[in-house]
């Protein structure tokens, strides 16, 4: 699909959601499930737009095993293609780059601190 016809399937997307938000109740369950299921379901039409077939599937597997992170980069990749970042579909090669970069970005540094007079006073000598 081109950048055109991505466009007009998001307003086209984006104005059924206004005139369902406009015609029930806010506060009630079903819609709101359902509003949730349409913004997965045009997450995974981007996603599928924009990368290719391992690419997919490499994104699949990171999800399943640390999700929250999964669901960063899946953002990130929405809205990277919404900006129109996105010259063409993603290889897999393309994202684990994207990968190794969120990695350092979100890097945790851990440090070991030892209190050195707190293991001089260990009363297990006493006994």
């Given amino acids: 699909m081109s950048d055109p016809e991505l466009e007009a399937l998001r307003q086209q997307r984006m104005a059924q ?11 009630d369950q079903q819609a709101n499930e359902e509003k949730r299921q349409q913004v997965a379901d045009m997450k995974n ?4 737009q924009v990368l290719d077939q391992s690419a997919r599937a490499r994104l699949n597997t990171l999800s399943l095993g640390k999700p929250e992170k999964g669901k960063m ?25 994207l990968l190794e970069s969120v990695s350092q970005q979100t890097k945790k540094t ?6 050195r007079r707190r293991a001089a006073l260990d009363s297990d000598d006493d006994l």
């Fill in 17 to 27: 959601l206004q005139s369902q938000y406009k015609g029930g109740d806010a506060g």
């Fill in 45 to 48: 039409v981007i996603l599928s």
């Fill in 73 to 97: 980069v899946e953002e990130l990749i929405v809205n990277m293609a919404k900006r129109g970042q996105l010259p063409g579909k993603l290889g897999e090669q393309e994202l684990i780059g």
């Fill in 110 to 115: 851990t440090t070991v601190k030892y209190d």
